[in-house]
């Protein structure tokens, strides 16, 4: 059974920075590109960034690009988003995703249940 | 960025009968279009990807169809368990982008 499980959001204060982690289990992590979805409250589905199953092609939606950084590690089966530079309309719960297909990343499958970030002075 | 715009943004329908929801895409995205569907307090989950393919366990009365830039879900009979905000998504281009939902909500 794919699981994905997120963790490391909280209130954090504008200017800040926080890590982020999905740890996956349930199948082949190194085969599947991830991806991170966010959504703030109240408000639709925005993708953030996505990441090929090698972690050598990485891709960012421009409201986070140069600020936000995702990466991953195979051999811990966990997935990053490192978050700098943290501003109010960041204020969202973040879902990680699994690739449907493979190692180029294109849509999510499996969802975890997201882990909310607030950033608040 | 491809701008993908659902309507309408709430649709008002009974159990048992049918629904359709409605997604254009800016410029073309091909067929890859994806529907997922999202219940209060609960993750997004995939219903339909290459505009009409039904995710692995998605019942039968949820069908996809389009190409291009017009898209179209259908519910064929309402259950009670389909009220719930609906998006679609492309996967045709850099940056995936999502529409603003749709909330089918009970009549």
């Known amino acids: 059974e794919v699981q994905l499980l997120e963790s490391g959001g909280g209130l954090v204060q504008p200017g800040g920075s926080l890590r982020l982690s999905c740890a996956a289990s349930g199948f082949s992590f190194s085969n599947y590109a991830m991806t991170w979805v966010r959504q703030a409250p109240g408000k639709g589905l925005e993708w953030v960034s996505s990441?090929?199953?090698?972690?050598?092609?990485?891709y960012y939606a421009d409201s986070v690009k140069g600020r936000f950084t995702i990466s991953r590690d195979n051999s811990k089966n966990t997935l990053y988003l490192q978050m700098n530079s943290l501003r109010a309309d960041d204020t969202a719960l973040y879902y990680c995703?699994?690739?449907?297909?493979?190692?180029?990343?294109?849509?999510?499958?499996?969802w975890g249940q997201g882990t909310l970030v607030t950033v608040s002075s | 960025e491809i701008v993908m715009t659902q309507s309408p943004a709430t649709l008002s329908v009974s159990p048992g009968e049918r629904a359709t929801l409605s997604c254009r895409a800016s410029?073309?995205?091909?067929?890859?279009l994806a529907w997922y569907h999202q219940k209060p307090g609960q993750a997004p989950r995939l219903l339909i990807y290459g505009a009409s393919t039904r995710a692995t366990g998605v019942p039968a009365r949820f069908s996809g169809s389009g190409s291009g830039t017009e898209f179209t879900l259908t519910i064929s009979s309402l259950q009670s368990e389909d009220f719930a905000l609906y998006y679609c998504?492309?996967?045709?281009?850099?940056?995936?982008?999502f529409g603003q939902g749709t909330k089918l909500e009970i009549k």
């Open positions: 995703a699994k690739d449907l297909w493979g190692s180029y990343p294109q849509l999510g499958d499996y």
């Open positions: 410029q073309t995205v091909s067929s890859k």
């Open positions: 998504q492309q996967y045709n281009d850099w940056p995936r982008t």
């Open positions: 990441i090929s199953g090698s972690g050598g092609s990485t």
